[in-house]
């Protein structure tokens, strides 16, 4: 693709500016932001990875992964406002969903090359974000919407943990809602990014769609686990050590 | 089972400070008798019960079961040997039974001993055959009888009730009275019940305190304290002219 092309490409971009202005959304400088935002990181990435996968190095790709997880867990946390620690909590849940998520692709036989684990830990750490920064969401707006429901639960000798079962149930729900919802419609509705790129890329679409139906398994797998550690660690930061609810 | 309440401060924490609910409150509750809390809005009644189950701190003083320092026996003991019925009747999902075995399941160790709701369904006067029946689809009346059936389902020593029949007519909430008058001498329980009827309050109470701005001012048996409150703040409330909140 020429650099003409990509230019043009921006018009797309000014589509939603438009609508944004029409709308009255004030959308525009956020719009303008993550354009730059755009061009920048994804520029930069295009550079680290040239590099990443032509030194080979172990060190670079655990570098660029730390980094990957550290900025998906911060985006994330900003969904957790008012929890306290959020962030901990939801890095804990990234590196443990992305460490196990590893440990499988290579026993399956995925080479431990850079050019394989950091596209698909890309898959993995993004997808998880969503779903923690989802179910953060939710936990937190469930708290306040049953905290009769657990006071009363407390109140007849429940522990914390069975209290607030249905305030955790609903949010891994919400968290894994996103992904089953893909599964269901992949290949029917839209052609994920992956498999787009290898058919692009001149791939075979039989070989891109078994990688495809792996990457869509790892992350219903992955975002499962993410979701059930946040709330699993998040619901304490809920209660006093009494096995109080704390104030709101 | 005595409770006995001594000097006991509550406060909660609101924008980097703390808002004293209760101060130096202290009452005692008898077994087998029906201790009635009055007071006007926002003067802590609420509060004073979520603290003698635990689901409140106190900052000062004591709370003792029986001579026992409540902040020395094990905080889902304590909650099962006191009881609270809320305010407003919430239900977990399922069914009259499932709701009534919520507390017994916590106590059995496979978690799935049967242990037959339908008792208790008799012993606050339903239908047995109710014990399937969604419970959101009773009526206000009902629904606190199953309240109460799934605190008692606990075998509780003490009962603590929040202002049990605030939602409910005069005729549903007589019935209640008499219920939970005839559990109480059955069965022994100390009853500390959360009322701003004073009508109700004469009905039914062997005790009466009465608690404004956080703090006790009447404090003893109902029949002197409804002949002759011993303060001007009683004498008010009993002319249904002592304004509520902090």
């Keep these: 693709m020429s650099w003409l092309a990509l230019s043009l490409s921006l018009g797309f971009v000014g589509l939603a500016g438009i609508v944004s202005r029409y709308q009255e959304l004030g959308l525009e400088k956020e719009l303008a932001i993550a354009v730059v935002r755009t061009l920048i990181q994804l520029t930069i990435a295009g550079y680290v990875l040239s590099y990443v996968f032509a030194s080979q190095h172990l060190i670079f790709m655990v570098l660029m992964l730390a980094l990957m997880m550290g900025v998906a867990a911060q985006n994330a946390a900003k969904r957790g406002k008012g929890i306290p ?29 850079p050019q394989y684990i950091i596209p698909l830990s890309g898959m993995i750490i993004g997808n998880s974000m969503v779903a923690s920064g989802v179910t953060l969401n939710r936990f937190s707006s469930e708290f306040k919407l049953r905290r009769g429901e657990v006071e009363l639960a407390l109140s007849l000798g429940a522990a914390p943990k069975k209290a607030s079962l249905s305030v955790i149930k609903a949010a891994v729900k919400a968290g894994m809602i996103p992904t089953i919802d893909s599964m269901k419609t992949v290949g029917l509705v839209q052609l994920p990014g992956m498999m787009t790129g290898q058919i692009l890329a001149g791939a075979d679409p039989i070989q891109a769609v078994r990688y495809q139906i792996l990457v869509m398994f790892m992350i219903s797998g992955a975002t499962a686990i993410t979701s059930l550690i946040v709330v699993l660690q998040g619901y304490h930061t809920y209660f006093t050590p009494e096995a109080q609810l704390k104030s709101s | ?49 979520y603290t003698i189950n635990r689901l409140r701190e106190i900052q000062g003083g004591e709370i003792n079961l029986d001579g026992k320092d409540i902040r020395q026996i094990d905080v889902f003991e304590l909650r099962r040997r006191i009881g609270l019925v809320m305010q407003k009747p919430i239900f977990f999902p399922g069914t009259v039974g499932d709701n009534i075995l919520f507390g017994p399941r916590l106590w059995t160790k496979d978690n799935m001993t049967l242990v037959d709701p339908r008792p208790y369904i008799e012993m606050v006067q339903l239908d047995p055959a109710w014990v399937s029946r969604d419970p959101n689809t009773l009526s206000g009346g009902q629904q606190q009888r199953v309240s109460l059936a799934r605190t008692l389902a606990n075998n509780p020593e003490v009962l603590l009730l929040d202002e049990p029949t605030s939602a409910l007519d005069a005729q549903a909430s007589e019935h209640l009275e008499a219920l939970i008058s005839h559990l109480c001498s059955e069965r022994e329980l100390t009853v500390i019940w959360v009322t701003h009827d004073v009508n109700q309050a004469k009905r039914i109470a062997n005790d009466v305190t009465l608690l404004y701005r956080g703090k006790v001012v009447e404090h003893g048996e109902a029949k002197s304290f409804f002949a002759g409150p011993s303060t001007e703040e009683g004498r008010t409330y009993l002319a249904g002219k002592l304004g509520g909140e902090l």
Excluded: D, Y
């Design chain 2, 1 to 49: 089972m005595k409770i006995e309440l001594k000097n006991i401060s509550v406060g909660i924490r609101q924008e980097a400070q703390t808002v004293e609910l209760l101060r130096e409150v202290s009452l005692a509750a008898r077994l087998g008798v029906i201790h009635a809390l009055l007071g006007p809005s926002g003067s802590g009644k609420s509060t004073l019960l």
């Design chain 1, 85 to 113: 620690g959020a962030l901990r909590i939801v890095l804990i849940g990234i590196v443990i969903s992305e460490a196990l998520s590893l440990m499988l692709l290579l026993f399956i036989g995925i080479p431990g090359t």
